[in-house]
């Protein structure tokens, strides 16, 4: 079956500077690559997504990339703020028979003020 | 839109009990997705229903755990006997085909 890596586990970087997840998936026919932010005691929510027809997302300091003939997407946060500290998923849709999201391990990034 | 609704919010309860979580999708939604959360397992996914068909339950730990959903609007996942070790955070979700899901608050649940 499908399978998501995602690295780091943990990652903590200073206020100001980006930071960079990396999710590799296992099942070449995964099209749609959602990323979800988790603060402490809340509910995932969806932050970003990528269809695998494009390489590239943009949303104001985030950015996601797709490279599909490599299987991984990347999360990008540039100028990173303290309200950016939570715990990171990202996903890929299974797309045999009915549709399911299959995520990876999380990353729980700390931004040091 | 209201969004993904959930309850109870928090439930404690003891060992043996049976437990019922509801969730109300977000409307027009045609799938529904249960999961469960623990610091131990992460984010694990139960059940998922398209257009109220159950279509894969091998996350389902075992006979205790059913779901159903009667309706496109009303899902049921229910814990009888409820056991410690189910103590989690269990989340319903809701999304369109091929589109993102959109998690409820989740049902804080503890056994004891």
């Known amino acids: 079956g499908e399978n998501v890596e995602q690295h780091p586990s943990t990652l903590s970087v200073q206020e100001g500077d980006s930071a960079v997840i990396k999710c590799t998936y296992s099942d070449s026919a995964s099209n749609y690559f959602p990323w979800y932010k988790q603060e402490l005691g809340k509910r995932p929510q969806l932050i970003i997504d990528i269809r695998s027809n494009v390489g590239e997302k943009k949303d104001q300091r985030i950015a996601v990339t797709l490279n599909k003939t490599a299987k991984h997407f990347s999360l990008h946060i540039t100028e990173t703020q303290p309200e950016d500290s939570a715990v990171y998923f990202c996903a890929a849709l299974i797309i045999q028979g009915a549709q399911k999201l299959v995520f990876g391990q999380g990353t729980r990034l700390t931004i040091n003020p | 839109d209201a969004g993904v609704i959930q309850s109870p919010r928090h439930e404690v309860t003891e060992m043996g009990q049976e437990v019922t979580l509801r969730c109300k999708p977000i409307s027009g939604h045609n799938s529904l997705f249960w999961y469960r959360q623990t610091m131990m397992r992460g984010l694990e996914l139960l059940i998922y229903?398209?257009?109220?068909?159950?279509?894969?339950d091998s996350g389902m730990p075992e006979d205790r755990f059913s779901a159903k959903m009667p309706n496109a609007s009303f899902s049921t996942l229910k814990i009888q006997p409820s056991e410690p070790r189910d103590s989690a955070v269990y989340f319903c979700?809701?999304?369109?085909?091929?589109?993102?899901?959109?998690f409820g608050p989740g049902t804080r649940l503890t056994v004891l």
């Open positions: 979700a809701s999304s369109l085909w091929s589109g993102g899901q959109f």
């Open positions: 229903f398209n257009n109220n068909v159950p279509i894969d």
